[in-house]
């Protein structure tokens, strides 16, 4: 029965670490990635929509990523959501594609990008703990039903 319990709560755990990996992916290093930008939500069409949705995003050199948009006339919508959301990206249009230089890190910037880091990690081992200590609460209940104290 606790083999159960603890089953039921792998998934849940998964979903963490999963969420924090993206969320580690999602920083700005210094090195290009499309995970970047992907998850950008641009303004077209009457709703919100991911970027990767949207086009296409490719890193053809380290510091450097490449935006094309399949629809060349949500382009400025490309633009103005990466400005919005990542106000530490340039987005340039040149032609039909967007490209997003990528600046050298700084020891500020390093320091910075530590502390978030540190803070993610911190918010995903809170919420692993409170997981495991429900299942524990969980298990102790139904030991304490099973064998009743009399």
Do not use: F
């Amino acid at each position: 029965m606790h083999k159960e319990i603890i089953k039921k709560i792998k998934p849940e755990l998964v979903k963490t670490i999963e969420h924090l990996k993206t969320e580690i992916n999602s920083l700005q290093v210094g090195r290009a990635t499309p995970a970047l930008v992907e998850n950008i939500e641009v303004e077209a069409y009457g709703s919100r929509t991911p970027i990767k949705h949207l086009g296409s995003i490719s890193a053809p050199e380290p510091r450097l990523l490449v935006i094309q948009p399949w629809d060349q006339s949500i382009l400025k919508d490309v633009e103005k959501a990466i400005v919005t959301q990542r106000p530490g990206m340039s987005p340039v249009v040149d032609g039909e594609i967007i490209r997003i230089a990528m600046p050298a890190l700084s020891e500020e910037r390093r320091k910075e990008i530590l502390g978030v880091l540190s803070e993610k990690v911190e918010q995903a081992r809170i919420a692993v703990r409170l997981k495991r200590e429900k299942v524990w609460k969980e298990i102790q209940d139904l030991t304490q039903r099973q064998n009743p104290r009399g």
